[in-house]
């Protein structure tokens, strides 16, 4: 081999090391830009942020995550999204991966999502909700099913009965 060839050889192995530890990087470290990400594909908006879906997904990010005045009506009785800025200001990070894993809401809210996330996902999603500003309203409570919640709500033709 001379000289030449053998360090091109070298520099081209060099690159792909780098290249492979910088992707497992970017896997590994929980990120708020990898948390915006998330909130964005796996349709946290759609619930959490008031008019998200209806708008197309138009409403700035300044407005996100404030929750929903929409109740969520079937045999369950009426849920609400949660502000999400506040909830989460109420925990630390680690608090908020072992209340994620273990989290069991009444339908609509996939908790079962929120249950399958990695760690560094849970941690990402946490960042990016916590460097938006803890302001809003709480979103109303829960209403049983056999009250008649204030409206605007959308009621679901069937679904589990309440516990
Ligand atoms: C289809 C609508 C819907 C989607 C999509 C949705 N949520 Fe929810 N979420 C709700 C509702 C409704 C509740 C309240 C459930 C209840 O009262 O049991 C809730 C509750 C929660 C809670 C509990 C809040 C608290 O203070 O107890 C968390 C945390 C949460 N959602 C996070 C998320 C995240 C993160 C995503 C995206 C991965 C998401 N939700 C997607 C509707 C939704």
Partial sequence: MNTLFRGAVVALI???FAAISLSA????EPSVERGRY???????????TAGYATSNGQTPESEWLYGDL?????GWGTTYAANLRLSLSRMTEEQWV???RNLQSRPPMPSFSLNAMTETDLKSLY????QLEPLGEPAPSY????QEPNPPYVTFPAGPPAE
């Fill in 70 to 74: 929409l109740g969520w009506r079937g």
């Fill in 25 to 28: 990087h970017a896997v590994d």
């Fill in 14 to 16: 060099a690159t792909t």
């Fill in 98 to 100: 072992v209340f994620a």
């Fill in 143 to 146: 209403v049983p099913p056999d």
């Fill in 127 to 130: 960042r990016f909700v916590r």
């Fill in 38 to 48: 998330l909130v964005q594909i796996a349709g946290c908006n759609d619930c959490h």
